[in-house]
């Protein structure tokens, strides 16, 4: 991508986490090779319907980004897009 000239990302689409099997620990490799290759991740976040109905899609949610973000340095962090999905 970065060859192609793009600026950024998506990582940890929803389909990709439910079809795919991408955990947690799997995006966050995904966001640290992103800034390795000089891309800017778009971190994909959400909850499935059953983890809303439940009550639980705040803390799932921020799991994710924690998850996504772990052991990143705060200037990456920081520059990292959020999107989220419900």
Do not use: F, M, W
């Amino acid at each position: 991508l970065a060859k192609l000239k793009c600026a950024y990302v998506a990582v940890g689409h929803s389909e990709r986490r439910q079809y795919h099997a991408e955990t947690d620990e799997i995006v966050n490799a995904k966001v640290k090779a992103a800034y390795k290759h000089g891309l800017t991740p778009i971190l994909c976040v959400g909850e499935e319907l059953e983890v809303r109905e439940a009550g639980n899609h705040v803390e799932h949610t921020l799991a994710q980004v924690e998850g996504g973000l772990k052991d990143l340095p705060a200037e990456q962090a920081e520059t990292v897009v959020i999107a989220y999905e419900p």
